[in-house]
């Protein structure tokens, strides 16, 4: 079945420096690749998403590239602030046994310290 | 624009009590969906609603039940709770591709 794995936090950082969380996939067929973002005592939210192969997504600064030939989803921003402090979720949703419903990644805690 | 609605926030219960979880949506989005969130776990899908009308297990249904009451609406319910069931649950709603998928704000629960 599907899957998503994410290194482990917490990932600690100081303001300004560069972020970047891993994420790889498993899965038959094309899936979609989504980054959520969860700040404390929230919901998650939709951070960026990518459909298929070689798309770059992108909002708040964050970035992230669906790379089918290394299975990854790597999310990457330039210059962290203390805002950007939450819990990273890579989640990804199948093409195959007409399954709809997203799997997750079991989230990455990011810490910034100003 | 509310999104995902969920009631109430906070609850505390003693063990073997019962309560319901309540969530509403007003996107119009047909599917629905509970999970629990726990630390290290990840979000653990408890039940789903693909269309009003129906209703199918996740990964870890044991001590809830569900009830699509119409569109907007999607409650959990926890029977008899126990201490294993305190954790925070999340109401989600999507569209019928799985796009668009909405996260409420969470209801925190604790059984002691």
């Known amino acids: 079945g599907d899957s998503v794995t994410q290194m482990e936090g917490p990932v600690t950082l100081s303001e300004e420096a560069f972020l970047t969380i891993n994420c790889t996939y498993t899965a038959t067929g094309y899936p979609s690749l989504f980054w959520y973002v969860q700040y404390p005592g929230e919901g998650l939210q939709l951070l960026l998403k990518?459909?298929?192969?070689?798309d770059k997504g992108s909002n708040k600064g964050f970035e992230a590239t669906y790379r089918k030939e290394t299975t990854s989803f790597h999310l990457e921003k330039g210059s962290v602030q203390v805002s950007d402090s939450a819990v990273y979720f890579c989640?990804?949703?199948?093409?195959?046994?007409?399954?709809?419903?997203?799997?997750f990644g079991r989230g990455t805690s990011l810490i910034v310290h100003p | 624009n509310a999104g995902v609605t969920q009631t109430p926030k906070f609850q505390v219960l003693k063990t073997g009590q019962s309560m319901t979880l309540q969530c509403a949506q007003d996107m119009n989005h047909n599917s629905m969906y509970w999970y629990r969130q726990d630390p290290g776990m990840g979000l653990r899908l408890i039940y789903y609603s693909a269309s009003e009308g129906t209703t199918d297990k996740g990964e870890v249904p044991n001590g809830y039940n569900v009830s699509r009451l119409n569109k907007r609406e999607f409650s959990l319910r926890l029977e008899s709770a126990a201490p294993s069931q305190t954790s925070v649950y999340f109401c989600a709603s999507s569209d019928r591709s799985g796009y668009g998928y909405t996260f409420g704000s969470g209801t925190r629960l604790t059984v002691v």
């Open positions: 990518a459909t298929k192969a070689d």
């Open positions: 989640a990804l949703r199948g093409t195959s046994g007409g399954s709809y419903i997203p799997t």
